[in-house]
């Protein structure tokens, strides 16, 4: 009988991803409500030594598949990896973070698997034994609770949704053999964006620009509150169709779907389509000049003024109270 | 873009049930260059379209939505198109779901592709990815294929995995949210961004690539196109002619609206600029403890 809550952990360059710890602490959840260990599988090169740092969350096992083949990520070698340590060991649940490997990830292990996933989870439980998996669908204008009717239960958890929280274990280190055919397909290059440029998609705090911005140089102030608060600039498909911002950084349905602690819209209006890709943030700030504007239905603080006055203000003050 | 461009096939007609499987050459028929393409797509309600949960949470009112294409998939056809243009061979458009989804096919035949394959089944309404994959899969085991579009994700149930799934079950390679596409040869160059970096990827022919913003500008279907997109053919199978039983492997047991919002604060202050800017710092980090 499938048994073990399993996490995929994600390691880039060596060091693990946030979304890694988010994973394990939410399987420990699951596991404990279940009476089951919680196991990760993590594959890369030169990386056993973060097998220690899972244990932090909770993660009672580590299986670690350490090749050179396993770096940089493909999608056919790690999925073949992950895919062959699962069938060996038939856990009931497997947690992937809704990062862009992920994503990648998790999909093409459910095809490899025969399994269901519930893509991009804001929520997980369990309930009669199994998986319950809550996900926002039309990019949050409704969500759905899904149940996976075969092993393992697949869900991805969408980043910086839930908690951390540490719960030291010893994390055993089990080494497994990926098994590895001749690759498929092989990473070339990797063309690095700026250093410290944060996604949108991982981002606690999001300021995000629209056509009010009425140019790309309008966003210089708002990259300057990103720049304050930690945050990373997103844009509203207006923005972007005009060429003013790239793609990557679309926040709505045509583009990345965000539950950020705070989300601060500027000079956006707020199309159906862009409130549904953000409704989800915790926080959600908008200024704009336009006291009719759809957006400050959605806000929790509304701002009716001149933004390219408020955003710099704002600035300011930000820096004042993290100074 | 401007004008379609319209190759009469030259190509001698296809016995569909000759080269099933893999096609594992980039000739499989035809003179040398020519490359079979197929395009996934799927029907989905409009961006526009407000979503509403029925009364018992079994699924959403369908009643007065405007159904379209798939935006990724638009970018998927339209990157099939130019691959033919550039390159000579077919696209078949396949598309999985009830008869509306037939002005959906027809859309994409209207663009330029050559022909479809709808898989119409009432035990696939409501299939889930898997399901939904295997239905392709099948649909398209039995046309020859060097390479398959689907979007990177249905702006509807947002799963993203009905490519990634069709390429295991064919295995065959994929790459995902690929922005620039290049086919030389076999070979296949592929770019996708990840946060942070944008990733060269290298893979071969026969491979599905699911397409994202950025890799192209879909067209509009022109006058002549929509005429002509009246006779093309369109082959309509049902689950049991393609010999696939509708094994969802997840569902929706209930929808849900999304949780309502607590009425926001429009911040007055002093009534300047200055001042509405002080107090929403404020609140921000005395009240709701975020910055």
Not at chain 2, 4 to 24: D, K, R
């Amino acid at each position: 009988m499938a048994k073990g809550v399993w996490i995929v952990a994600e390691q880039r360059d060596g060091a693990l991803r946030k979304v890694s710890f988010e994973l394990a602490s939410t399987a420990r959840k699951l596991a404990d409500q279940l009476g089951e260990e919680v196991a990760a599988v993590l594959c890369g090169s030169g990386i056993e030594a973060l097998a220690a740092e899972l244990g932090k969350y909770g993660v009672d096992k580590v299986y670690v598949a350490d090749s050179p083949a396993l770096e940089p990520y493909t999608t056919d070698a790690h999925a073949s990896a992950v895919a062959k340590v699962v069938k060996e060991n038939d856990p009931s649940i497997l947690l992937v973070g809704a990062s862009a490997q992920g994503k990648d990830l998790s999909a093409a292990l459910a095809g490899k698997l025969a399994t269901g996933l519930a893509t991009d989870c804001t929520e997980v439980k369990i309930a009669d034994g199994r998986l319950l998996a809550i996900r926002p669908m039309y990019a949050g204008k409704c969500f759905g609770e899904v149940v996976i009717m075969a092993n393992p239960q697949m869900a991805s958890l969408r980043p910086n949704v839930f908690t951390i929280v540490e719960n030291p274990k010893a994390a055993a280190v089990v080494k497994f053999d990926p098994g590895l055919g001749e690759a498929k397909t092989k990473v070339l290059e990797v063309q690095k964006e700026a250093a410290g440029k944060i996604d949108v998609a991982e981002a606690n705090v999001i300021v995000s620009g629209g056509r009010g911005m009425k140019g790309p140089e309008g966003f210089g102030i708002l990259e300057e509150l990103a720049g304050a608060l930690g945050a990373a600039v997103g844009a509203s498909r207006a923005a972007v169709d005009a060429g003013w911002r790239a793609q990557v950084d679309q926040v709505g349905q045509t583009g990345k779907v965000v539950s950020p602690n705070l989300y601060i819209a500027c000079g956006i209006s707020g199309a159906i389509q862009h409130l549904a890709g953000m409704s989800s943030s915790k926080y959600i700030v908008a200024i704009n000049k336009d006291a009719e504007a759809p957006i400050f239905a959605k806000a929790d603080y509304g701002v009716v003024d001149d933004l390219f006055k408020v955003v710099p203000a704002l600035t300011g003050e930000v820096k004042k109270l993290l100074a | 873009m401007g004008t379609e461009v319209y190759s009469v096939p030259m190509i001698p007609p296809i016995n569909e049930h000759q080269n099933t499987g893999c096609a594992l050459q980039v000739c499989v028929s035809g003179k040398e260059e020519d490359v079979n393409i197929v395009a996934c797509v799927k029907q989905v309600p409009d961006t526009e379209a407000q979503i509403k949960v029925k009364g018992d949470g079994s699924g959403i009112e369908e009643g007065g939505i405007k159904w379209v294409m798939n935006p990724y998939d638009e970018y998927g056809v339209e990157e099939a198109l130019r691959l033919k243009e550039k390159l000579g061979g077919e696209v078949t458009i396949v598309c999985v779901g009830p008869a509306r989804t037939m002005e959906t096919i027809r859309t994409a035949l209207a663009m330029g592709a050559e022909k479809g394959i709808q898989v119409d089944d009432p035990t696939l309404y409501g299939a889930d990815a898997y399901a939904t994959a295997a239905a392709l899969a099948a649909a398209i085991k039995g046309v020859p294929y060097d390479i398959i579009f689907c979007g990177q994700r249905a702006i509807d149930d947002d799963s993203g995995q009905v490519g990634s799934v069709l390429a295991e079950l064919l295995g065959i390679p994929s790459v995902t949210l690929v922005t620039k596409l290049e086919i030389d040869g076999a070979k296949v160059k592929a770019v996708r961004p990840i946060e942070g970096a944008q990733l060269v990827i290298e893979t071969s022919l026969p491979c599905v690539i699911t397409a994202t913003k950025g890799l192209n500008e879909p067209r509009y279907a022109s006058l002549p196109g929509i005429m002509k997109a009246k006779k093309k053919p369109v082959d309509v199978k049902n689950a049991a002619a393609l010999g696939v039983a509708a094994e969802s492997k997840s569902k929706v047991a209930k929808f849900a609206p999304p949780p309502a919002r607590p009425p926001g604060k429009i911040i007055c202050a002093d009534d300047t600029p200055e001042g509405k800017a002080a107090e929403l710092a404020k609140l921000l980090r005395e009240e709701a403890k975020v910055i």
